[in-house]
């Protein structure tokens, strides 16, 4: 009896084990899958906004970790991400995975051990990403816009050599770019690095406070005192032009001062050592208005009358033997007023797009947004603002004019440099003229 027990038993384990063996292997073979289009992009969370760790191909294999709603938790190339469900199809047309738990130490003691390759793959990444630099540059060679970031993919429309696009995103060494409306992908080996001498900058932020005591005189006809040092903050009082004021510090462009027993910041720009000489205008400029948006000149132009334009001699243009000098002419009343405005934005992030101070300017944002003050409104790229206005040779400029290079442009400050907004990383800054962008175009008076 004993003997036909032991022998019912043993038939019954092997059966149960037969069982197991055939669950195990339906569960692996569950566990994989292919990718079933031709790109698709792994990301860091189950979301279509999430950032992107990789770009995978179709019929590349990837190891299924886990559902989550309409997404698969996969690993593919020692990297855990994310992957939609439509986009996988599963080893031998098994069931979609439903949950596996994440408890089989091997596989946590296998993730930490891959922990340091794949930071060092991210970091690749993100460095081959920053070579590649966001805004508007220029096509090395003629070359053909791909509708994704994949080598065999569809071809769009094709750019040719010395074309400006602007570079809106960057992965894995592609850069998408827009131009004529269209956007689309190029490798980044088909953008051309320009190379550019060290900007030398004036009126840049610094990184501590300068402790100073010295008098100083607003310089412009009517200045806003601020609270805070930016232009956003509460006006506490408004002084008129050879006002003393008492300067405590300067610090990133401003002066911290003490004036009609008030203290507050105002733009260092506005500030001389010396008394101004002031026309009948800015001697009694109009009443002050707490409206106005920046620390900037809230009167008209200085007044010069008749008599004094028919008798007064135009002082002689100085020459210099430096072909990198150029010849400044006198400039106008209003010219003047738009460097002093655009001078109060000196480090002010660049940002690609931007349109304003608060969020940051682009290069045809910036000269846009101070044009616009003047009630002249330019078109929204560069290319678009060389056409407007009057052509001005390069010994005629004036400051104010706006000055036109290849892809790029600023505002001429006078003395042979100008003020813009030069490239992601930057701030608005002023810089010699010759070494705000690669090639020189031309001049258009505007104003």
């Known amino acids: 009896m004993n003997s036909k027990m032991n022998i019912k038993s043993m038939l019954i384990m092997a059966l149960i084990g037969i069982i197991s063996l055939f669950f195990i292997n339906m569960s692996l073979a569950a566990n994989t899958g292919k990718i079933s289009v031709d790109t698709v992009n792994l990301r860091e969370t189950?979301?279509?906004?999430?950032?992107?760790?990789?770009?995978?191909?179709?019929?590349?294999?990837?190891?299924i970790i886990e559902k989550i709603g309409d997404w698969y938790k996969v690993k593919v190339r020692g990297i855990i991400g994310y992957l939609r469900q439509d986009l996988v199809m599963l080893n031998e047309q098994q069931q979609p995975v439903t949950t596996?738990?994440?408890?089989?130490?091997?596989?946590?003691?296998?993730?930490?051990?891959?922990?340091?390759?794949?930071?060092?793959?991210?970091?690749?990444?993100?460095?081959?990403?920053?070579?590649?630099?966001?805004?508007?540059?220029?096509?090395s060679e003629n070359t053909k816009l791909k509708i994704v970031p994949v080598i065999n993919a569809t071809d769009m429309i094709e750019v040719k050599k010395e074309e400006v696009v602007n570079v809106i995103e960057r992965i894995n060494g592609w850069a998408c770019?827009?131009?004529?409306?269209?956007?689309?992908?190029?490798?980044?080996?088909?953008?051309?690095?320009?190379?550019?001498?060290?900007?030398?900058?004036?009126?840049?932020?610094?990184?501590?406070?300068q402790t100073v005591r010295k008098t100083a005189y607003v310089n412009v006809a009517t200045v806003n005192v601020r609270a805070e040092a930016n232009t956003s903050s509460r006006i506490v009082a408004n002084v008129s032009v050879n006002?003393?004021?008492?300067?405590?510090?300067?610090?990133?462009?401003?002066?911290?001062?003490?004036?009609?027993?008030?203290?507050?910041?105002?733009?260092?720009?506005?500030?001389?050592?010396?008394?101004?000489?002031t026309s009948r205008s800015m001697a009694t400029p109009r009443k002050a208005n707490n409206n106005v948006p920046e620390n900037t000149v809230t009167s008209a132009t200085t007044e010069t009358t008749n008599k004094e334009k028919n008798t007064k001699k135009q002082e002689p243009i100085q020459t210099t033997t430096n072909p990198n000098t150029v010849q400044t002419k006198?400039?106008?009343?209003?010219?003047t007023l738009v460097v002093t405005y655009a001078k109060q934005f000196i480090g002010t992030k660049y940002t690609y797009g931007g349109t304003n101070p608060s969020t940051g300017f682009d290069c045809s944002g910036f000269t846009s947004y101070v044009y616009k003050h003047f009630g002249v409104n330019l078109?929204?790229?560069?290319?678009?603002?060389?056409?407007?206005?009057?052509?001005?040779?390069?010994?005629?400029?004036?400051?104010?004019?706006?000055?036109?290079?290849?892809?790029?442009?600023?505002?001429?400050?006078?003395?042979?440099?100008?003020?813009?907004?030069?490239?992601?990383?930057?701030?608005?800054?002023?810089?010699?003229l010759n070494q705000a962008a690669s090639k020189y175009i031309g001049a258009r008076r505007i104003v």
């Open 100 to 139: 596996i738990e994440e408890t089989d130490e091997k596989q946590k003691q296998e993730e930490i051990g891959n922990s340091d390759k794949k930071d060092t793959e991210e970091q690749t990444i993100e460095k081959e990403e920053k070579e590649i630099e966001l805004g508007e540059q220029k096509i």
């Open 243 to 277: 006002t003393a004021v008492e300067v405590v510090s300067e610090a990133n462009g401003w002066s911290q001062v003490n004036v009609k027993g008030k203290e507050g910041y105002i733009l260092s720009t506005l500030l001389s050592a010396n008394q101004q000489e």
């Open 379 to 432: 078109p929204r790229t560069s290319g678009g603002q060389s056409g407007v206005g009057v052509a001005v040779n390069r010994s005629d400029l004036q400051s104010g004019d706006l000055v036109i290079y290849s892809g790029h442009v600023a505002i001429y400050v006078g003395g042979g440099q100008v003020i813009h907004a030069p490239r992601p990383g930057k701030t608005v800054c002023i810089v010699p």
């Open 177 to 209: 770019v827009e131009t004529h409306n269209t956007k689309g992908w190029i490798r980044k080996e088909k953008l051309q690095k320009e190379q550019t001498q060290p900007e030398q900058t004036t009126e840049v932020s610094t990184p501590q406070t």
């Open 46 to 63: 189950p979301d279509e906004k999430a950032k992107i760790l990789e770009l995978l191909s179709i019929n590349e294999s990837v190891e």
């Open 330 to 335: 006198p400039a106008s009343g209003k010219g």
